[in-house]
């Protein structure tokens, strides 16, 4: 399988996502490695977030508490168990074959819209972590309808859904009775572009804020040690979409003098609509395990029942 990267120019249609190679190209070792590599990560993202995902679910739904907060991180965890339905086993089926596949094929395109919209609904979820969580310290008298929440949860993750799929039709189907022109297609990734990079840079700037007011500004309380682990975990789970914020940007960077920006801008379509997707599907799990020890006692509890089953 041939990733962005290790493409030429001249093997890679920019406009439909297809790789021109000819027929006696070969998957060179370095190649190999970097497909292995990406392979074995892939699978063992999908692993965590198969495991993982599903005792989170059961913790909350189980617990006594069952308002905004516990609302968003059942919804994190049952997006994220969507984004790995298939994508990243397809994925990694490919990239462990020895022949030339190509990633941007139809088959692993519409997985990748699958997983770039299910991951959408998990960043907006981490960022609305961050501003309830923030709202709730410093504006304790604001209150939040779990309504309110879930509608703007299901809004924006139809608008990005039906944005990536027009987006990887217009890759597909170049005619002139296709109803969306590269104008019209240039407005919808921009504003793809936009809405979700404005969603990170909430989601970060929210939950840094809310660790300094903790930790320097908030006066004392018996709760301060669940309440500091909890504005902990949701930085961590937020701080990853720096990246997403850098894969993105890395396509406004102009062409400079003697540097060509080609590769880069593959680096960013890659990291941006296929790695960085599965990547926080087992990334949000983990750091809620690690930083809660509720969640790893009813780990191992089902762990047990599952052994005495």
């Known amino acids: 399988m041939i990733l962005f990267w290790t493409l030429n120019q001249e093997e890679y249609n920019n406009r439909t ?3 021109d190679v000819p027929a006696n190209r070969t998957l060179t070792h370095s190649e190999q490695i970097v497909n292995y590599t990406v392979g074995i990560v892939l699978v063992l993202c999908f692993l965590t977030s198969t495991i993982l995902n599903p005792v989170l679910i059961y913790h909350h739904k189980t617990g006594d508490r069952h308002g905004i907060t516990t609302f968003l991180f059942v919804s994190l965890a049952v997006s994220d168990i969507l984004t790995n339905i298939a994508s990243p086993l397809v994925q ?25 919209s299910s991951e959408c609904f998990s960043q907006c979820t981490t960022t609305l972590l961050a501003i309830t969580r923030f709202l709730k310290i410093v504006c304790p008298f604001i209150r939040l309808k779990k309504k309110l929440i879930a509608a703007y949860l299901g ?17 597909h189907i170049v005619n002139d009775d296709f109803p969306i022109n590269s104008q019209m297609m240039e407005v919808l990734s921009v504003s793809c572009f936009w809405l979700k990079v404005s969603h990170c840079l909430l989601g970060v700037i929210f939950s840094i804020i809310t660790v300094i007011y903790i930790f320097c500004f908030k006066p004392p309380s018996p709760t301060d040690n669940v309440t500091r682990k909890v504005c902990r975990t949701i930085l961590l789970m937020n701080i990853i979409h720096i990246g997403t914020i850098l894969s993105a940007l890395l396509r406004l960077i102009p062409d400079f003098s003697g540097v060509d920006m080609f590769y880069l801008r593959f680096y960013s379509v890659f990291l941006h609509f296929y790695f960085i997707s599965i990547i926080t599907s087992a990334w949000n799990p983990l750091v809620m395990l690690i930083g809660s020890r509720p969640i790893r006692q009813t780990f191992v509890s089902v762990v047990l029942k599952l052994k005495v089953a």
């Open 17 to 19: 996502l297809e790789a």
């Open 155 to 171: 809004f924006y993750t139809f608008i990005m859904s039906i944005n990536n799929i027009f987006l990887a039709l217009s890759f």
């Open 92 to 116: 990694a089926f490919y990239l462990f074959k020895r022949k030339i596949f190509w990633l941007g094929g139809s088959v692993i395109v519409s997985f990748g819209v699958f997983s770039c």
